[in-house]
């Protein structure tokens, strides 16, 4: 459900060099793809699909299909889209990149690196706002470690404590670590700690469940909270969505999201192509399944360009309703301006 630090860094470095032409020697094409079938059946969620994948691309090898490709980007792409048609796995991503030494382990490196490209965006939080009417606004566009986004994450909640409704927006949210996504959402409950997801991981046979935990600063409680989705909503994104609405604690407004729920990790297949292999899968305490290849349902269908004002009309509504009778006008009159617009 969650890419590592490098794997985000990967994917994202690998964004420059998809137009590069890395010629492709018919030794390279064969070691990618010996090498991409063992890491899948070695570490793949699902043991009996990633043995039926690997069988057939061995058939599309023997078929021809790959004779013609002598292109490593090109090879990348196309071993991409037949893994995620083959195994319904959005999670599946193979890549090349030029650094084929490009380091695994190095924890300090990568962090070093991965902090230079979230700050580019304020640690994955780009924007924060009050709405018209006293209703607040947090774009969420990665979900970066918890030990280096929690001050982040608790003066945003600060910011927006004082707000009537909240409205988070996930629409261009392309994933992260599970923890944050823990730390973030506690703030909508309680203090009784809630369950509200769990990973399985194929290594160690073992699951790991996720409870609401203590934040710094107040709760959001007793308030509205939507939240915006869009086809392009992936991974944690997906999952702070899954996990608020199973709980009943926000009303998903826009797009069906990507499907995207399995844990998973890089590998290194050699001459400088990568894969992203998922090793687990999310368990919703609720329904006890997730949103992998089918994605999470909004509670309002909306395209994902109207998915604000209608969240922002949604929430004056609901505050409106719940306020005093010599209160109500100005939420209303909020309401019928931004109508009028």
């Given at each position: 459900?969650?890419?590592?630090?490098?794997?985000?860094?990967?994917?994202?470095?690998?964004?420059?060099?998809?137009?590069?032409?890395?010629?492709?020697?018919?030794?390279?094409?064969?070691?990618?793809?010996?090498?991409?079938?063992?890491?899948?059946?070695?570490?793949?969620?699902?043991?009996?699909?990633?043995?039926q994948a690997g069988q057939s691309i061995?058939?599309?090898?023997?078929?021809?299909?790959?004779?013609?490709?002598?292109?490593?980007?090109?090879?990348?792409?196309?071993?991409?889209?037949?893994?995620?048609?083959?195994?319904?796995?959005?999670?599946?991503?193979?890549?090349?990149?030029?650094?084929?030494?490009?380091?695994?382990?190095?924890?300090?490196?990568?962090?070093?690196?991965?902090?230079?490209?979230?700050?580019?965006?304020?640690?994955?939080?780009?924007?924060?706002?009050?709405?018209?009417?006293?209703?607040?606004?947090?774009?969420?566009?990665?979900?970066?470690?918890?030990?280096?986004?929690?001050?982040?994450?608790?003066?945003?909640?600060?910011?927006?404590?004082?707000?009537?409704?909240?409205?988070?927006?996930?629409?261009?949210?392309?994933?992260?670590?599970?923890?944050?996504?823990?730390?973030?959402?506690?703030?909508?409950?309680?203090?009784?700690?809630?369950?509200?997801?769990?990973?399985?991981?194929?290594?160690?046979?073992?699951?790991?469940?996720?409870?609401?935990?203590?934040?710094?600063?107040?709760?959001?409680?007793?308030?509205?909270?939507?939240?915006?989705?869009?086809?392009?909503?992936?991974?944690?994104?997906?999952?702070?969505?899954?996990?608020?609405?199973?709980?009943?604690?926000?009303?998903?407004?826009?797009?069906?999201?990507?499907?995207?729920?399995?844990?998973?990790?890089?590998?290194?297949?050699?001459?400088?192509?990568?894969?992203?292999?998922?090793?687990?899968?999310?368990?919703?305490?609720?329904?006890?399944?997730?949103?992998?290849?089918?994605?999470?349902?909004?509670?309002?269908?909306?395209?994902?360009?109207?998915?604000?004002?209608?969240?922002?009309?949604?929430?004056?509504?609901?505050?409106?309703?719940?306020?005093?009778?010599?209160?109500?006008?100005?939420?209303?009159?909020?309401?019928?301006?931004?109508?009028?617009?």
């Amino acid at each position: 459900m969650k890419p590592t630090i490098l794997a985000i860094i990967i994917l994202l470095i690998t964004s420059c060099s998809f137009a590069q032409n890395v010629k492709l020697t018919k030794k390279e094409k064969e070691q990618a793809i010996n090498s991409l079938i063992q890491k899948l059946n070695d570490n793949y969620v699902f043991p009996d699909v990633a043995k039926q994948a690997g069988q057939s691309i061995k058939k599309f090898e023997k078929q021809g299909v790959y004779t013609k490709i002598d292109n490593k980007v090109e090879l990348a792409k196309l071993l991409t889209n037949q893994l995620r048609e083959l195994m319904h796995d959005k999670h599946l991503n193979l890549w090349y990149n030029a650094k084929e030494n490009l380091n695994l382990t190095g924890k300090e490196e990568e962090e070093a690196i991965f902090r230079q490209l979230l700050k580019r965006t304020n640690l994955g939080f780009p924007k924060i706002d009050v709405l018209d009417g006293n209703i607040g606004y947090l774009k969420i566009n990665v979900f970066g470690p918890v030990d280096k986004v929690k001050e982040t994450c608790a003066g945003a909640m600060a910011f927006l404590a004082n707000t009537d409704a909240l409205i988070i927006d996930l629409r261009n949210n392309q994933g992260g670590e599970p923890e944050t996504v823990q730390y973030l959402v506690s703030y909508f409950f309680g203090n009784n700690p809630v369950h509200i997801n769990s990973l399985y991981s194929r290594k160690g046979n073992k699951t790991d469940e996720f409870w609401t935990v203590s934040v710094k600063g107040a709760k959001y409680l007793d308030k509205p909270v939507f939240i915006l989705t869009s086809e392009s909503t992936f991974s944690a994104g997906e999952e702070m969505s899954y996990d608020l609405k199973t709980q009943n604690r926000a009303t998903l407004v826009g797009e069906v999201t990507g499907g995207a729920a399995n844990d998973g990790e890089v590998e290194n297949l050699g001459n400088g192509f990568f894969v992203f292999i998922p090793n687990g899968r999310a368990i919703n305490p609720i329904t006890h399944t997730n949103w992998e290849g089918v994605g999470v349902q909004p509670d309002v269908v909306v395209p994902a360009a109207k998915a604000l004002i209608t969240a922002h009309q949604m929430a004056l509504k609901t505050v409106a309703e719940k306020m005093p009778e010599q209160e109500k006008e100005f939420y209303l009159k909020v309401l019928e301006n931004i109508k009028s617009q």
